[in-house]
């Protein structure tokens, strides 16, 4: 019975998600639904009146009230009618809402009746996410930068948007179904919103969508959207594009991935004709205006699998007895100026994408691994930071100058760990004349780094899958492991990271001094509520704190006391979690107990990194922001009279106003998050592909998550995660929140953060990337099964009904902003 009702509901709410339905209706009774009534109608009662007394007053019958509500949230969204709670009012909006906030919608599942339940990510990134379900909503959808008031009250803060700024989601996958021609959306995001097929434009023929409708299986087609919903639960339309294969196929997912995310791998042809009309040399006229530091023995130090070198780090005595460190970024300015074809291209992918089998570079290849590269043996263009560090690790003095400099060597970590470690043999025997700089660059580096951990930093050293490709065959998976775990190799990455961190830091120094707005990398400090359920939960594990977490009395002193003492807690309290055999899996706690780092225009200082001025500068080549502070630096250098580049200074400078800047950094903080996204989306498509061969097989592996439905388990080998779901256990087990355990009432079983287990391998749902396990043993001690009509009944629902519920990430993921050593560059550049 109660299956029908709901049906029952989901049919009254798809038939008024119609757009058509409803405008009509509106359209035949006119007369009833004239504003002018409805004004007077909510204006004759003091409190106001819900929706439900309006359509009585107004005389409408039960089915005309759903058109109502629509014509009601318009009527509120025009300033015509205020509301409060669920009462229309005349006037203006109440009192306790507050005023208008700009964030990122994300549209996490519909829920009962098809109602769509989203999430606002707002811009300001001290500020927690605001829910904003069904309605409330209005014509925006998943990804939308929209403008929204948000409602004070107890519990979750919750909003209602006013208007869309930004259509972010151009393009959608799903399936060809009629005539008529509809699409059926492949992302759950859009499940509720009906989609329409337009025949015209650059899509493709009547013909085809008819020989992809019949087919069986039918085949994943991608679709460019034409136009957008006008109301709530009005249709998009769209017109297919191409076919991306079929579903369930690891290229055809990784495909999907990428269109629902946005990512486009082609560049446009005036990109590309830009592009390749760009010198492929340094010219004797780009040396105008800058200080030639070929003379400097630069070096690259990268991953083996690099292709574009943005940095490249020299050192040399210093004056008082100092050592002078040079760290050189790519000059991307010169050659990319504001407004052209390229500049724009760049702002809208906002950074570069790392797949297990390629790169999705920010700007073509001719820049990133050409003119823009630090090739070893070539003149390049640099802005060149200079740092003169004391023995202690204190930046004495710092500098920054346009320049053009010639790199030595292309190294790599291991190479450079090798030869540190004193092993010069066969082909190491290259980096031998670069040793002593090894050397001294490791001993500023040890020293910046403890000068940064003295005042607060927080280290989180994550472990992260690398997917081992074949050789000759790119499409087939030998293997996903945990990549650096050669402890020198991470020393050397930490040398790097260390003087790419000081460079940012004395570049950001330049901009406060300044009171410059810019686009700073801003991580807010965590809420004090957070942390104090983050000790809650560790308690109950038995990690030894260092003390009561910060409370709310300490919001009666001022900012920067609240961000000591957080940080000083917290790092206490990642070393004690170091030490504890869930040590792993706690970390993801603390992880979580953090707030998202972004780019903001103003000022507000870099929690992790305990830095009260932080900004991103070293990798412009895969990070927009970078280009757009170098071209602010080049600006102040021109205007100081110091080097700045020389003629093309005037297209290579840029300043910016606050408004242009916030545009900028809301715009690349989303795109920083899609990239992300598309990371851990293909990792999991990857993992769920190489374990389809091993369904059956037993591994080890240990839980680093639990949740009311189930249990995440990290496989030791493959590094790849999978969910034990609740179903598959023998008993039932009891979700309890205070202490994150799993426990069962009859036998008293407990599944808890950080046990050994042994699993078998369900299966694997490569739609979403979900690995499903079976619990075989726990700490040794073997696990019942579950029976077997129940394990039947979970493995016929697949993965897809769980495809929200991800595992916690074994690599950094959005909120990870603390000083750890991350295992490739483009990770380490996200900092």
């Not at 994300?106 to 996410?129: F, I, K, N, T």
């Not at 579903?247 to 082609?266: F, I, K, N, S």
């Not at 055999?581 to 103003?602: D, H, P």
């Not at 003629?647 to 920083?672: F, I, K, P, W």
Request: glycine content about 10%; aromatic content about 4%; some cysteine.
């Amino acid at each position: 019975m109660l299956g029908c009702a709901g049906a029952r509901s989901g049919r009254v709410v798809a038939r008024w998600r119609d757009g058509a339905r409803r405008d009509a209706i509106l359209a035949q009774h006119s007369d009833q639904f004239d504003q002018q009534r409805i004004l007077a109608a909510v204006s004759a009662a003091a409190e106001g009146l819900e929706t439900a007394a309006v359509a009585r007053a107004l005389g409408l019958d039960r089915e005309q009230q759903q058109a109502l509500r629509q014509l009601l949230k318009a009527m509120v969204r025009s300033g015509l009618l205020g509301q409060q709670g669920r009462r229309f009012v005349v006037g203006a909006r109440p009192a306790r809402a507050a005023a208008e906030r700009l964030g990122t919608l994300r549209v996490s599942a519909a829920g009962r009746g098809g109602e769509e339940r989203g999430l606002v990510l707002l811009d300001d990134a001290a500020e927690e996410p605001v829910y904003c379900d069904g309605d409330d909503m209005a014509e925006a959808i998943d990804g939308d930068r929209v403008a929204l008031v948000v409602s004070a009250g107890r519990g979750r803060a919750r909003g209602r948007v006013v208007r869309v700024v930004e259509r972010v989601r151009r393009r959608v996958t799903g399936f060809v179904e009629g005539p008529p021609w509809r699409l059926r959306p492949d992302d759950p995001r859009l499940a509720a919103r009906p989609i329409t097929i337009a025949l015209d434009g650059d899509g493709v023929g009547r013909a085809t969508l008819e020989s992809w409708a019949q087919a069986q299986p039918r085949p994943l087609v991608a679709a460019e959207i034409v136009a957008y919903p006008v109301a709530a639960g009005a249709p998009l339309q769209v017109v297919v594009t191409r076919a991306l294969g079929q579903a369930g196929e690891l290229t055809t997912e990784v495909a999907r991935v990428l269109v629902e995310q946005g990512v486009v791998e082609p560049f446009a042809a005036a990109v590309c004709a830009e592009a390749e009309a760009l010198p492929d040399h340094v010219r004797r006229a780009d040396l105008v205006d800058r200080v030639d530091l070929r003379d400097r023995p630069f070096v690259t130090i990268d991953p083996e699998t690099a292709r574009d070198f943005d940095d490249a780090v020299a050192m040399e005595a210093g004056p008082g007895g100092t050592t002078r460190v040079w760290v050189a970024v790519a000059d991307v300015s010169h050659y990319v100026s504001a407004g052209t074809p390229l500049d724009e291209e760049a702002r809208r992918r906002g950074c570069s994408v790392y797949l297990p089998d390629r790169a999705i570079p920010m700007l073509p290849t001719a820049l990133s691994a050409g003119i823009c590269s630090l090739l070893p043996q070539q003149d390049r263009l640099a802005l060149v930071v200079r740092l003169d560090v004391d023995a202690a690790g204190g930046v004495v003095e710092s500098d920054c100058m346009a320049a053009v400099i010639h790199s030595r060597a292309r190294l790599d970590y291991a190479g450079a760990a090798a030869a540190l470690a004193g092993e010069l043999h066969g082909r190491r025997e290259a980096y031998r004349e670069h040793l002593p700089q090894l050397h001294a660059l490791r001993r500023v580096a040890e020293a910046l780094r403890a000068r940064r951990m003295a005042r607060g930093s927080l280290d989180l050293d994550l472990p992260e899958p690398k997917v081992v490709l074949d050789a000759d065959d790119p499409a087939l998976i030998r293997d996903i492991v945990i990549s650096r775990q050669d402890p020198g190799v991470r020393q050397t990455y930490g040398l790097i990271e260390e003087l790419m961190l000081a460079a940012n830091e004395a570049v950001a120094q330049r901009f406060l001094r300044a009171q410059q707005p810019t686009l700073w990398r801003v991580h807010p400090t965590p809420r004090l509520e957070a942390l104090q359920q983050l000790a809650q939960w560790l308690a109950s594990y038995g990690v030894a704190l260092p003390g009561a977490a910060p409370t709310a009395a300490l919001r009666e002193g001022d900012e920067a006391r609240v961000t000591a003492s957080a940080a000083r807690w917290l790092q206490r309290t990642l070393r004690a979690v170091g030490q504890h055999r869930a040590g792993r899996a706690l970390t993801y706690l603390v992880l979580r107990s953090l707030k998202q780092a972004c780019y903001r225009a103003e000022h507000q200082g870099h929690f992790g990194l305990a830095s009260a001025a932080y900004l991103h500068f070293t990798s412009p080549i895969r990070r927009y922001p970078d280009l757009i502070v170098h071209r602010q630096v080049k600006a102040q250098l021109r205007a100081a009279g110091k080097p700045a580049g020389g003629r093309h200074v005037a297209a290579a400078a840029a300043t910016y106003d606050v408004g242009e800047l916030r545009e900028m950094a809301a715009a690349s903080s989303a795109r920083e998050r899609a990239a992300l996204d598309v990371t851990r989306q293909v990792q999991g498509l990857y993992g769920a592909r190489l374990l389809r061969e091993r369904i059956g097989d037993e591994v080890e592996g240990q839980i680093t998550g639990v949740m009311a439905f189930g249990v995440f388990v990290a496989l030791d080998q493959p590094a790849v995660d999978g969910l034990v779901h609740v179903e598959q256990l023998p008993e039932r087990m009891l979700f309890d929140a205070e202490r994150l355990r799993l426990d069962a009432p009859g036998s008293g079983r407990t599944l808890a953060l950080g046990d050994r287990v042994r699993v078998r391998v369900l299966d694997t749902d490569l739609r979403r990337g979900q690995v499903n396990l079976q619990l075989v043993s726990r700490e040794g001690t073997p696990w019942p099964s579950a029976p077997a009509g129940r394990a039947g009944d979970d493995r016929g629902s697949g993965g897809r009904g769980r495809a929200s519920r991800n595992p916690p990430p074994r690599g950094p993921g959005p909120r990870r902003e603390g000083g750890g050593r991350q295992g490739s560059k483009e990770r380490r550049t996200r900092r």
